[in-house]
């Protein structure tokens, strides 16, 4: 499964932004999908992962309110909504795929990552 991430860029404090992840998988449906960032000199960290369905959603607490996690079965592709974008959101944001259908929280649960793509918000 390869995955391409999209939607990056240098925003401005409070901006908005949506990142899309696009699989190259016939059984996207099957995947549980999930946002990781790592920002410089930090670990990678989990921000939010949904359920095959997208019935599921689960998000670190920390980011909950501010961003928001969704799929497209149709187009094998799941998105990262961020509203009130902060300083401290720059980062490398990071899509990831598990071969199970069912959600996680550690990187160690995934499978497959994309590349990354960058976010940098200036105050």
């Known amino acids: 499964v390869q995955l391409v991430e999209s939607g990056g860029g240098l925003m401005q404090f409070g901006d908005s932004l949506r990142l899309s992840c696009v699989a190259s998988t016939s059984s996207f449906s099957s995947y549980a999908m999930a946002w990781f960032r790592q920002a410089p000199g930090k670990e990678r960290e989990f921000v939010a992962t949904?359920?095959?369905?997208?019935?599921?959603?689960y998000y670190e607490p920390s980011m909950k309110g501010r961003f928001t996690i969704s799929r497209d079965n149709a187009k094998n592709t799941v998105y990262l909504q961020g509203d009130s974008l902060i300083p401290e959101d720059t980062a490398v944001y990071y899509c990831a795929a598990r071969g199970r259908a069912a959600i996680a929280t550690t990187k160690y649960d995934y499978d497959y990552w994309g590349q990354g793509t960058q976010v940098t918000v200036s105050s």
């Open positions: 949904i359920n095959w369905s997208g019935a599921i959603k």
